[in-house]
C-alpha cells in the first residue's frame, strides 16, 4: 500500500456518525486551554481544546464552546474572557474545569486580569480577550476575539490525545532555550571560559540534545561564541542589552500606567527609602560598591513593577535578569552619574505627587541612558 493509498478498513462512504467523528477527531493532538470569565462577581471557567489564531493585525483569536455552556452564556453577556494556555502537570486543573462542580475555583490558585478575569497560575501563557463577534455553529458558540493583553513564561503545554492528557514533546524545545540562556546570563563572566553542554544539562536536568541547540542558537543572539565543537562566553553586545532595556521599559510603563495616583502612603514611603539606599553606593560618580549598587537598583525598580500588584507581571520581569547582565557590565571604573541619580528622585516625585506624565517621561529617559553612556559608564 502507497502512502496514498487507504485501507479498505480505512474507507468511509457516507456521513460519518457522531460517533465515528469523535472518533476520528480524537486523532488531533491539541493543546489544553481553561477558558475563563467574570459575570456579575462570580468567576466561570470550562476546559476548551477549540482554541486558534485568527489574525496577527489586529491581535485576535477565536474559541468554541457548547451552548450550554454557563461560561458560555456568560461570555454573550459581558463580551470578556482569558484563554489559559495549561502546563503539562495541569491535568487534574483540566479535569476540573471540564467537570460539572459547583465550584470550580474553589482550590485553584489565580490572580485578576482584564476586567476581573481569573487568569490561573502556573499557566504557560494568558490571553486576555474582548469579543468582536459571536457566531452560532452546531452545538458551538464560536467567539471571535481580540487579544488586549498577553503573558507567559517557560514551560511545556499539556496536550490532550484520544481522550487523556499527556505531555506535548517540541523541537527545538522552547523551555530548554529559555533555560539555557538564563544560565549564560546569570553564571557567566564575561571572561573566555568554556561552556560544557553536558555539565549545563546535568545542571539544568535538561536532555543534552535541547541544550546544545539552545547553545548554538545563542550564538545568533550573541551571547556566546562556538569555536570549534565548544562554546565560549561572549560580552554582551549593545544590542543584547538593548533589547532587554526594551522590554524593561514596556513593563515598568505598563505598571506606573496602572499605579500611579493610586498608591499607598507606606508604599510611597517605602519607594522613597529604596531610592535612598541606592544613593549610598557612589561617591564622586563613582561606584563605592558596584555589587551593592545593582542589588539595590535592583531591589528599587522590581518594587515600581510590584506596586501592580501582579505576580506575573514581577515574575515576568524579574525573569529578564537584569541585575545579572548589570553585573556583566558595571566595573569599578564605570561612571556612576548624577543623572541616574536625577532619573531616581524625578520618578519617585512622580509618584509622590499622582504626576503619571513626569513618571513615564523619565523612566522612557532612563531607558536610554545606556545608549548615551558609551564604554566605562553605568547602565541601570
Known sequence: MTAVE??????????????????????FASGVTVITTNFEGEDLG?????????????????????????????????GTFAVNVLAEDSAPIAQRFASKAPDKFATIAFERGHADVP???GSIAHFECVVDETVRGGTHLVFLARVVRVSSKPGNP???????????????????????????????????????????????????????QALVALTNEGLVRRAGGTFEVEPVPDEVIYDYYAAKLAIEVGAAAQTVGSVEPEQLAELRRLLDETLGFSVDEQFSDPKGWIRANADFHEYLVGLAGSVILTETYKGLQLPSLERRSIKPST????????????????????????????????????????EGDGMV
Open 335 to 374: 561612571k556612576a552619574t548624577t543623572v541616574l541619580h536625577d532619573d531616581h528622585k524625578a520618578i519617585v516625585e512622580g509618584y509622590e505627587n499622582g504626576d503619571v506624565e513626569l513618571v513615564l517621561r523619565t523612566l522612557a529617559a532612563h531607558n536610554r541612558r545606556p545608549q548615551e553612556m558609551r
Open 46 to 78: 470550562a476546559a476548551a481544546s477549540a482554541v486558534s489564531s485568527l489574525s496577527d493585525e489586529p491581535p485576535s483569536l477565536l474559541i468554541c464552546l457548547n451552548v450550554t455552556s454557563t461560561t458560555a452564556q456568560a461570555i454573550v453577556k459581558n
Open 119 to 121: 487568569l490561573i497560575a
Open 158 to 212: 499539556l496536550a490532550y490525545f484520544r481522550g487523556s492528557f499527556g505531555r506535548m514533546e517540541t523541537a527545538p524545545d522552547a523551555a530548554a532555550l529559555h533555560a539555557v540562556r538564563d544560565y549564560v546570563v546569570a553564571a557567566v563572566t564575561d571572561e573566555t571560559v568554556p561552556l560544557d553542554a553536558e555539565s549545563i544539562a546535568a545542571e539544568l536536568e535538561i536532555e543534552v540534545g535541547r541544550t546544545f
Open 6 to 27: 487507504t485501507s479498505t478498513e480505512e474507507k468511509s462512504t457516507g456521513e460519518p456518525s457522531k460517533g465515528e467523528f469523535r472518533d476520528v477527531m480524537g486523532r
